[in-house]
């Protein structure tokens, strides 16, 4: 065998697997944060009374529940790149790399189908989208960006999602309303493209809440591949050769110019979680780039902060089925009925004495203890070394 064919088969054999690297402990506690944070704003005690920043906004601006899906979409572009770094340097064959992001990705999205089906599995009243469906598409589609067209890919394809959906949205005529601006407030509820979409592509029976749309829509993918093409950028500039304080410096300067940007576009394109808008793009983007900043110098920078750590890295290193346990539990609890209470999770948040506060106290109470009981089998998977991935 002479060298040329010793390298090929050597390419072949480390193909299916990343070579080892070190891991960004600041990416996997930002990682546990926004997990553990995710599960709390999903499992309150009773929405109706939760603080409104555990809360969803009722359609244009941004709470702090707001932050935390576009945050973990860009760990996921970050991540992307710390994946696919060793299968690279490998010279792995691209088809083979390829085959193993779409199987990732098709893997995701029936997570994303069967959770939705639980518990009843009514096939009729199945949702589509999701949130697993979203990151499912996000994670391929940016993979194959970054991996074909590079950083500069990534960030061209991001640069253009973004414009082309505020041409979107804003600029074109939506089919029985009329012109944005002109006929309809931009961004109606009803009349905006995105939704309007979702009601001609999908059946209501299969929409969110059997609604006129979905959060997690076709067109609303658009502007989410770029908060995750954002990720990639971020996890390309940690890649490079710079010192730790040039890495973080560079991070918080773009951060905070995101940001600032992204509430400047708001003023006349807002900050809308529920499609995703272009100035959400950047300004959650521009969040996230602040907290990793700050994170990756405290922790994986010259400080070098340990202390604290372990709750969080417990759920960032094993968090899809952190976000899984979470949700087949919330579906268990409102699916067991309790004569007089409604369901098991009404009981348990009733339960709960009065004299621990106000309502909305006593809800965030309910939804700490929820995060406490999901981190108990989590943890035990970290002691064990044992990590879940797809």
Known sequence: MNPVQANHLDARRTAGRALPSRRLISLDVLRGLTVALMILVNNAGDGDVSYPQLRHSVWNGCTLTDLVFPMFLFIVGTSIVLALRGRIAAAAPRRVIVRQILKRALLILALGLLLNALPAFHLGELRYFGVLQRIALCYAAASLLYLFGGVRGALLAAVVALGA????????????????????????????????????????????????????????????????????????????????????????????????????????????????????????????????AVLFWAIDGPWQLRRGLLPWRIFGTNALSAYILSEVLALVLAAIPVPGTGNLQQWLYHALPGWLGAPPFVSLVYSILFVGVCFVPIAELYRRNIFLKV
């Open 165 to 292: 959906y505020w041409v979107l949205l804003v600029h074109v005529r939506v089919p029985g309303f009329g012109m944005p601006g002109v006929n309809l407030r931009i961004l109606d509820p009803h009349g905006n493209l995105a939704a309007w979409l979702d009601r001609r592509l999908v059946p209501p029976a299969h929409l969110y809440h059997q609604g006129f749309y979905d959060p997690e829509g076709l067109l609303s993918t658009i502007p989410s591949l770029a908060t995750t093409l954002l990720g990639v950028v971020a996890g390309r500039w940690l890649e490079t050769p710079r010192t730790p304080m040039a890495k973080a410096t560079g991070l918080l300067v773009v951060g905070i110019a995101l940001s600032l940007t992204g509430l400047a576009w708001a003023q006349s394109f807002p900050l809308n979680k529920r499609l995703w808008t272009s100035s959400f793009v950047l300004w959650t983007g521009g969040v996230s780039l602040i907290l990793l």
